[in-house]
């Protein structure tokens, strides 16, 4: 079935740092695909998407390109603050007839 | 301004107590969910609603039965509750029909925290 893989954290980078955040998908069809982030306390929040292939997501400085070849989403941020500090889940999701996978989430901490 | 407004946040359960977990969206959407969110496992959906009047399992239902009051409401109770349902629970929203699709979002609300003794 279909699938979402993201590389195990947590993830501790210093402020200004460069971040990436690897996710990798298994699916049929031609799937779209997200990054949500999870603040502390809060609920998920769309951070970006893309729907096609070689299509770039960006948002608050984060982006994330799909590479259908390579079949990833990878996250990247050139430089980090503090407030960056949560976790970010990958999805994909495809008709309105099928339901949103997640990936199991990678947290991210940014120290001063 | 509130979008999904689940209650409550926090709650602490004996083996074998039930409980009712609300959510309400205001904004018009068509199709609601229940995740529940393990350390390591991320979201797994547990029910789901395509539309108001129709519910249906998702990757996880096992022990949970919801309902789908209105179009607003969507609540998810555990009958009788076990450890194994400790979690963070999590309900969203969608405006299309049966899911997001390809391009629309899932809103989601902050979270009720369970721990079941």
């Known amino acids: 079935g279909d699938s979402v893989t993201q590389m195990e954290g947590p993830v501790t980078l210093s402020e200004e740092a460069f971040l990436t955040i690897n996710c990798t998908y298994t699916?049929?069809?031609?799937?779209?695909l997200f990054w949500y982030v999870q603040y502390p306390g809060e609920g998920l929040q769309l951070l970006l998407k893309?729907?096609?292939?070689?299509d770039k997501g960006s948002n608050k400085g984060f982006e994330a390109t799909y590479r259908k070849e390579t079949t990833s989403f990878h996250l990247e941020k050139g430089s980090v603050q503090v407030s960056d500090s949560a976790v970010y889940f990958c999805?994909?999701?495809?008709?309105?007839?099928?339901?949103?996978?997640f990936g199991p989430g990678t947290s991210l901490s940014v120290i001063p | 301004n509130a979008g999904v407004t689940q209650t409550p946040k926090f709650q602490v359960l004996k083996t074998g107590q039930s409980m009712t977990l609300q959510c309400a969206q205001d904004?018009?959407?068509?199709?609601m969910y229940w995740y529940r969110q393990d350390p390591g496992m991320g979201l797994r959906l547990i029910y789901y609603?395509?539309?108001?009047?129709?519910?249906d399992k998702g990757e996880v239902p096992n022990g949970y039965n919801v309902s789908r009051l209105n179009k607003r409401e969507f609540s998810l109770r555990l009958e009788s509750a076990a450890p194994s349902q400790t979690s963070v629970y999590f309900c969203?929203?969608?405006?299309?029909?049966?899911?997001?699709?390809?391009?629309?979002?899932?809103?989601f609300g902050s979270g009720t925290q369970l721990s079941v003794l």
């Open positions: 999805a994909l999701s495809k008709t309105s007839y099928d339901k949103v996978i």
């Open positions: 893309a729907t096609k292939a070689d």
């Open positions: 609603s395509a539309s108001e009047g129709t519910t």
């Open positions: 904004m018009n959407h068509n199709s």
């Open positions: 969203a929203s969608s405006r299309g029909w049966g899911g997001p699709g390809l391009n629309e979002k899932l809103f």
């Open positions: 699916a049929t069809g031609y799937p779209s």
